[in-house]
């Protein structure tokens, strides 16, 4: 298995939200994919890539916390918080919630699920989220009848009324159409600007990630491959290559123009795989 | 009744309500708690775990019942309740854990622990003959004779059960449909999730002694079906339950007075009636929004 990490650019040590030491992922005491070192900062956007299986899921939930570590650890400074948003079918649509409830919820921390109301400091985060994330209009509604764009704002609302550091989203454009894919990206580019967030953003989407990461982690349990990085060495990693080079070449990537061009030409497959 | 005999007339019921006050209250008590807790069964998808923890309430009273007869025993081993609770825990303890696994799905896993509560009670029950219609009441829910301890126990437990859901029931709402933001937010979501089917099994265990399986089984189930169709948050949702609980044990027991049927399949009824209107009510609500042009609800 091949696990490597490069870090580029020395940041502030204040500014570290998380930071995987040897991280080594699986279940139980079997690994799924090499040990792998990285450090998200306040204004990162890690994207999280690999195919379906690759082991983003199981990685993201470890660092989380909701998965136990095989091997090495998981630094999060005291005081770091973490805004959580889930795939969108994780809230089951037979339990009845107002869009302003299921917002509020995000604002609810430790001990506060005590308390049978919200503080004014809360109630002030909560508005926030709701002017950040645009969800106004939205309020009245059921979580359960909103269009698939929507409720990813929803839930980017709910994650941001708890004032977090770091956002973690997982898959957040899965069964989006393409203009609600780019509408969801653009309001998670202008927010992370705007709030000074760190974001961990998952998905199996390369084309999506690629363009708006600053650093990537390519993740591949069938190959026991896990890179970190600044984006443009992961792309042009010829580990990476291998896998992705002739998707990147063959257009996904086109879906979203951006400023970076793809490093396509670096990530071609330098050897043809069997039943390519 | 007789073919010929009149009716049972409400007028009647009333004048004998002292003699029907305990039954009454202790169905109200009953259906209004179980109705609560029977949201988050519904709406967490493990309606046959409540239907297993009756089953396995009703073989502990018949267990404790046996033992007394055939081994004279004394203290908790002899004590219905106590035999319930400890069975309807070992069975919650068991049925929690239960997964989807390669050759057993946790379906088959429920299954399999309501069969052995019912079918164990019923094997039991030929084994005793001084209290078998006792039996019969637990697993189908007579319920016409309460005694005041009985009731005081539900009353106790109901009261409990109670104050811990309204003072965490934010805890038991987080923990129940969104567990993992949950616990990234800090909360202890396998204490919560360990003290609401604690809530449940001790709330089922006493119940089904007290009322019967069938009556806590629908209590569990029906009233949170109706609410769920009505209400707009989980919150609601388990106000409009406990409501329409403790109305169905009421008015299940006036019916069954009324129409002479067995009072847990009366209140099992009423239950049915009540969702069955809430979908009724939410189908014309619904053609209303439609026509005045809001998007489908």
Known sequence: ?276 | MTPDAPAPTLRQFLDAWELFHDPVVAALVAGGVLGWLGVYIVLRRVVFVSAALSQAAGLGVALAFYLQSAVGATGLAGDPLACATALTLATMLFVSRAEDGRFVSRESVLGAAYLVGSAGALLVGTKIRKEAHDIGDILFGAAVLVTPEDLRTLEIVAAVVFVLQVGLEKGFRFASFDPDGARIRGLPVRLLDAALFTSIAVAVSVATRVLGALPVFAFTVLPAMAAVLMATSVRSALVIAGALGAFAGGAGYVLAFLRSWPVGASQAAVGVALVLGAAALRATFGAVRRAAGAPRA
Do not use: C
């Open chain 1, 1 to 276: 298995m091949s696990g490597r990490a490069r870090e580029g650019g020395a940041a502030a040590r204040d500014d570290v939200l998380l930071r995987a030491r040897g991280l080594v992922v699986g279940f139980g005491r079997t690994p799924i994919l090499p040990a792998v070192d990285f450090t998200v900062r306040r204004g990162e956007l890690w994207g999280v890539v690999g195919r379906n299986g690759a082991g983003k899921t199981t990685l993201f939930r470890t660092l989380l916390g909701l998965h136990g570590i095989v091997e090495g650890a998981v630094d999060r400074p005291a005081g770091v918080t973490i805004g959580y948003v889930p795939q969108r079918h994780v809230l089951d649509p037979l339990v009845p919630a107002r869009t302003a409830d299921l917002i509020a919820e995000g604002a609810e921390r430790g001990r506060s699920f005590l308390v049978p109301w919200l503080g004014a400091e809360a109630k002030a985060r909560v508005a926030r989220a709701i002017a950040a994330t645009r969800t106004e209009p939205l309020l009245d509604k059921r979580y359960r009848d909103l269009s698939e764009g929507e409720k990813q704002r929803v839930l980017l609302a709910r994650a941001l009324a708890g004032a977090p550091d770091l956002l973690v989203l997982d898959e957040p454009t899965s069964a989006m159409d393409v203009v609600a894919e780019r509408e969801a990206i653009d309001a998670l580019t202008r927010l992370r600007e705007e709030l000074d967030l760190g974001v961990l953003l998952v998905s199996h989407h390369l084309g999506l990630v690629s363009q708006v990461a600053d650093k990537l982690l390519f993740l591949d349990a069938d190959d026991g491959v896990a890179l970190a990085g600044p984006a443009d060495e992961v792309l042009g990693d010829p580990l990476f290559a291998r896998r992705y080079g002739a998707v990147l070449a063959d257009g996904e990537a086109s879906r979203w123009p951006s400023s970076r061009p793809p490093a396509v030409g670096a990530a071609r497959p330098t050897e043809p795989e069997a039943g390519a």
